[in-house]
């Protein structure tokens, strides 16, 4: 199986991505690839031109390779990051089909239900199946570095089981 975690943070001391980066090695027997948009720029879709750049064309092949991706997610405003959005926009109907998993991280408790809207949308128009262990952590649970918390690691060590059994149980191979 192939697995592959998105951070879609832009903030240099992102939060979600020190969860995708703490999921990383805990995923380190398994076939991964890691895909940050810090690191890979990625153009805002407008619906046309851009699924014909380069950049946007080899980020639609790891999706389409992937059998289970896990987005690392910041909550704003009640919300997901328009870089989260933008990925589901970017990678269209290759998503289709796919085990879906997600790490939040917010500054508040009360924004634990925002990523609901992203997951309804992959479900409907794409048909992707939600593992419904998703990790929301606070400000509190990490450092400058790290995730700090001990329930949060578990947690999404928990998300990245869940990912490979569910994976596999509804591998078509």
Do not use: W
């Not at 903030?11 to 090695?25: C, I, V």
């Amino acid at each position: 199986m192939n697995y592959l975690i998105i951070s879609t943070s832009l903030r240099s001391s992102s939060n979600s991505r020190k969860m995708a980066n703490y999921l990383k090695q805990s995923f380190a027997n398994e076939n991964l690839e890691f895909f940050d948009l810090q690191d890979n720029t990625l153009p805002m879709c407008d619906g046309d031109k851009c699924y014909d750049l380069p950049e946007v064309i080899d980020f639609r092949k790891k999706i389409e390779k992937a059998n289970g991706i896990i987005m690392a997610i910041p909550i704003y405003n009640y919300n997901v990051s328009s870089g989260a959005k933008n990925i589901i926009e970017l990678g269209g109907k290759k998503l289709y089909d796919k085990n879906f998993g997600f790490l939040c991280a917010a500054g508040g408790k009360n924004s634990y239900m925002s990523v609901m809207g992203l997951a309804n949308s992959l479900m409907i128009d794409y048909r992707c199946y939600i593992i419904p262990k998703f990790v929301y952590a606070l400000k509190k649970d990490f450092d400058e570095t790290k995730v700090t918390d001990s329930d949060i690691k578990e947690r999404i060590e928990e998300l990245g089981n869940e990912m490979i059994r569910i994976t596999n149980a509804l591998s078509k191979d």
